[in-house]
């Protein structure tokens, strides 16, 4: 096998990882596929796949993890459609989180040693969110970030450290724009 092929083989040789990636891909195709209109089952099904979850709830449809169950959600969390979430660390939501269309959160790397990436090699960093954050649409948060509470990522940004409470940030990497009383 050539050395390109060497990161996909130890992805598939981690059986145990690989088959619970497998598992909650399928639920997230079952949760996908069900219809909008059946709020009751697709809550019911998010249950499954998260590791925590509150009262009050909703995630657009498509929704993608891979484990689902480093994934907790506070009360009153709302996510617009296509959010994805590569969860082989924690990603904690605080309660009344907002995240807007077409977000990505990464806690998953890869080293820069191209020898260590062809072995198979990844990092992970957990993501941690406040309570109060409002995370606008096309937003990828990076491994390792916390954005602290009652803080809004502007639309587009790519968060790469961390992000202060009471803070509008934006940009590509994201900075803080300005302060909120």
Same mark, same amino acid.
């Given at each position: 096998?050539?050395?390109?092929?060497?990161?996909?083989?130890?992805?598939?040789?981690?059986?145990?990882?690989?088959?619970?990636? !497998?598992?909650?891909?399928?639920?997230?195709?079952?949760?996908?596929? =069900?219809?909008?209109?059946?709020?009751?089952?697709?809550?019911? %099904?998010?249950?499954? !796949?998260?590791?925590? @979850?509150?009262?009050?709830?909703?995630?657009?449809?498509?929704?993608?993890?891979?484990?689902?169950?480093?994934?907790? =959600?506070?009360?009153?969390?709302?996510?617009?459609?296509?959010?994805?979430? %590569? $969860?082989? $660390?924690?990603?904690?939501?605080?309660?009344?989180?907002?995240?807007?269309?077409?977000?990505? !959160?990464?806690?998953? @790397?890869?080293?820069?040693?191209?020898?260590?990436?062809?072995?198979?090699?990844?990092?992970?960093?957990?993501?941690?969110?406040?309570?109060?954050?409002? =995370?606008?649409?096309?937003?990828? =948060?990076?491994?390792?970030?916390?954005?602290?509470?009652?803080? !809004?990522?502007?639309?587009?940004?790519?968060?790469?450290?961390?992000?202060?409470?009471?803070?509008?940030?934006?940009?590509?990497?994201?900075?803080? %724009?300005?302060?909120?009383?």
């Amino acid at each position: 096998m050539n050395n390109s092929n060497n990161f996909l083989k130890s992805v598939i040789d981690n059986k145990k990882m690989f088959y619970e990636r !497998i598992k909650c891909k399928a639920l997230c195709h079952k949760y996908n596929s =069900i219809s909008p209109e059946m709020i009751g089952t697709r809550l019911e %099904l998010l249950k499954n !796949i998260l590791a925590k @979850t509150k009262t009050i709830f909703l995630v657009e449809q498509p929704f993608m993890c891979d484990y689902g169950y480093n994934i907790e =959600i506070g009360e009153n969390f709302y996510s617009n459609h296509n959010l994805i979430i %590569l $969860d082989a $660390d924690k990603v904690i939501f605080g309660d009344n989180v907002l995240v807007g269309p077409n977000c990505a !959160i990464y806690t998953s @790397t890869h080293p820069f040693d191209v020898a260590l990436r062809e072995k198979g090699v990844i990092y992970t960093k957990p993501v941690v969110i406040g309570n109060n954050v409002w =995370i606008c649409g096309n937003v990828t =948060i990076l491994p390792g970030v916390t954005i602290g509470d009652n803080s !809004i990522i502007g639309a587009g940004s790519v968060v790469d450290k961390n992000v202060p409470a009471n803070v509008v940030a934006v940009g590509t990497p994201c900075k803080v %724009l300005k302060y909120l009383n």
